[in-house]
């Protein structure tokens, strides 16, 4: 057992059964070693167990889905993917490749056949089935495309160990906690690790491969046929993604692992609460069905989802041509360019100021802004988007006065105040001046546009200052 990281394990006060992956972080960082060898080593503790039989306990873990996967490249039939599996291998016999990235094209491939093997003979899930075919493909690909299998092997402890994790946090449906998130984060850890990352940048990949999956549900993608691929297949692409831009870029990332799987795990409830049943309403239409279970449904039952099929299909039409009749012209498809990186949280609260430059007569002396919390917590980046626009009139691309007002409030002497407000999009901009108050009242739309609500001297005020301002107005 490796002495440095028992050491550096006293050392930091930590205790192995209950490290997060902050801690192992610091462990591995301490001891001049990888994340792989600190999880393997906690494993060795545990069990009494030496490295290689940990190694090769690792490797067999895979067993029965490696014949899963095995199926899946050559007879397997998935009712979700179909053949995909054996049309990837005879694609790669054939010497045609999805990435010219062999590791990619390999992994990729392992994974949907997996998951068709799955629905052939079953997985041994970790946080579920959808993250085992990530594990399942990725292990089976880093074990044929490295060549030192020791390298391999502690890089594939990591993806498992961290599965673990996903495993507990998953309470409910979720393709967050599971085949896309879980597997995303997995792949990002281990294949850091196998580039040669610095374990903090193995728990940066991770961090960053979270992200994009956050709240995503599993419905409808386990019961509409094909919209899986992109999950599980995906999983293995962002997490590559994530691992390559952390080990080979200077990119910055704030948040913790530990953060991000927190965070992860206290928004998949919330995800299958309200998230799922929205895409189930749109989906059910397209839901695979088994004839014979359907044998066992009340007619009433079945007469009535087909009914609502019929109803959603006008509805998403109805929808969609609502859109398209909105969309801009190819010939003008972009808004005006926004400073601070982000048309909503930038570009929309600055045109609210705007529309309120118009709006004031009189020198400012006070000006209130109330902002809902997602704004609230970018203050940093919005407020000096809505100041300029109050108090210079300056548009959202305006760099020299995103950069320059916040010295020229101070020099003007007005008094700010920020608040939150727990009201969905709301952004509220209150003024005082030498010649009474003046207020703002709108929501977020993204995009830099804006939902006028209310404001003083008037609504039709604001709204016809808006379009001056060729400012777009929506609902």
Do not use: W
Not at 59 to 80: E, I, P, R
Not at 106 to 115: E, I, N, P
Not at 132 to 140: E, P
Not at 305 to 311: C, F, G, K, L
């Amino acid at each position: 057992m490796d002495k440095a990281i028992l050491s550096s394990l006293k050392a930091l006060g930590l205790k192995f059964g209950e490290l997060t992956i902050n801690d192992y972080v610091a462990v591995a960082e301490k001891a001049g070693v990888s994340l792989g060898e600190v999880v393997v080593c906690e494993e060795m503790s545990r069990t009494g167990m030496d490295e290689d039989a940990v190694l090769e306990a690792v490797k067999q873990a895979f067993s029965h889905n490696n014949k899963a996967l095995d199926m899946g490249l050559d007879t397997g039939v998935s009712y979700l993917l179909g053949t995909v599996g054996s049309d990837l291998a005879r694609m790669h016999r054939e010497n045609r490749h999805l990435f010219e990235d062999s590791f990619l094209d390999d992994a990729v491939r392992y994974t949907l056949a997996s998951q068709v093997g799955n629905h052939e003979i079953g997985l041994e899930p970790c946080a579920g089935t959808g993250d085992s075919c990530g594990y399942t493909g990725l292990a089976r690909a880093l074990l044929e495309q490295v060549q030192d299998q020791r390298k391999a092997l502690l890089a594939i402890a990591l993806l498992l160990k961290i599965g673990t994790l996903f495993r507990v946090g998953k309470t409910t449906t979720g393709c967050n906690m599971e085949g896309f998130g879980a597997a995303s984060a997995a792949t990002a850890a281990a294949v850091a690790q196998v580039e040669g990352g610095s374990p903090s940048q193995c728990a940066k990949a991770l961090a960053l491969a979270l992200s994009p999956t956050i709240a995503v549900p599993c419905v409808p993608r386990i019961s509409v046929p094909g919209l899986c691929a992109a999950h599980i297949a995906g999983a293995i692409l962002i997490g590559t993604l994530a691992a390559r831009l952390a080990v080979r870029t200077s990119l910055p990332l704030a948040a913790d692992a530990d953060s991000m799987i927190a965070m992860a795990s206290a928004v998949h409830p919330l995800s299958a609460q309200y998230v799922t049943p929205v895409t189930v309403d749109y989906m059910r239409p397209f839901f695979k069905r088994n004839e014979k279970v359907e044998l066992f449904v009340a007619p009433e039952i079945r007469t009535g989802e087909e009914a609502h099929s019929e109803t959603m299909r006008t509805r998403v039409r109805r929808e969609v041509k609502k859109l398209a009749l909105r969309a801009n012209p190819l010939s003008k498809p972009f808004g005006m360019a926004v400073v601070g990186g982000s048309s909503q949280a930038v570009g929309s609260p600055t045109n609210m100021g705007r529309i309120a430059h118009e709006l004031v007569q009189g020198e400012i002396k006070k000006i209130s802004i109330e902002l809902y919390p997602e704004l609230f917590s970018r203050r940093g980046t919005n407020v000096p988007g809505i100041l300029m626009g109050a108090v210079l009139g300056a548009d959202t691309k305006d760099v020299h006065a995103y950069r320059s007002i916040m010295e020229e409030i101070i020099q003007k002497g007005i008094v700010v105040e920020v608040r939150e407000k727990a009201i969905p999009q709301i952004q509220k901009i209150s003024i005082e001046t030498t010649e009474g108050s003046f207020f703002v009242d709108a929501r977020n739309r993204g995009g830099a546009r804006i939902h006028l609500v209310d404001a003083s001297p008037s609504l039709d005020a604001a709204l016809a200052a808006a379009k001056k301002l060729e400012i777009e107005v929506v609902e």
